[in-house]
Nanobody, 121 residues
């Protein structure tokens, strides 16, 4: 089970840190990803991290502003979001992929329920 937290309502330019806590199984050997979905849009890739943190691809829209990290001892993945824009507003989901870093949502095996991020201008 994956449980996201840390979402909320912020102003443009603010920061948020999302967390994704895993329970029920160990995800330390899984790649982890963050995706987001705004109303009327498809779920889109935001960032991913390999099991050891050595590979961290980002979507172009968040590169330089967002940072993904993980703490395998705590079975938790984080997404630090800085310089937030209204276009970043969405439901944010974390996901786990057994076969390594993936960019496609359909390549992930486990999903959380999401945490809402709202950014006011």
């Amino acid at each position: 089970q994956l449980v996201e937290s840390g979402g909320g309502l912020v102003q443009a330019g603010d920061s948020l840190r999302l967390s994704c806590a895993a329970s029920g199984r160990t995800f330390s050997s899984y790649a982890m990803g963050w995706f987001r979905q705004a109303p009327g849009n498809e779920r889109e890739f935001v960032a991913a991290i390999s099991w050891n943190g050595g590979h961290t691809p980002y979507a172009d829209s968040v590169k330089g502003r967002f940072t993904i990290s993980r703490d395998n001892a705590k079975n938790t993945v984080y997404l630090q979001m800085n310089s937030l824009k209204p276009s970043d507003a969405a439901m944010y989901y974390c996901a786990a992929a057994q076969l390594g870093v993936r960019l496609g949502a359909n390549e992930y095996d486990y999903w959380g329920q999401g945490t809402q991020v709202t950014v006011s201008s």
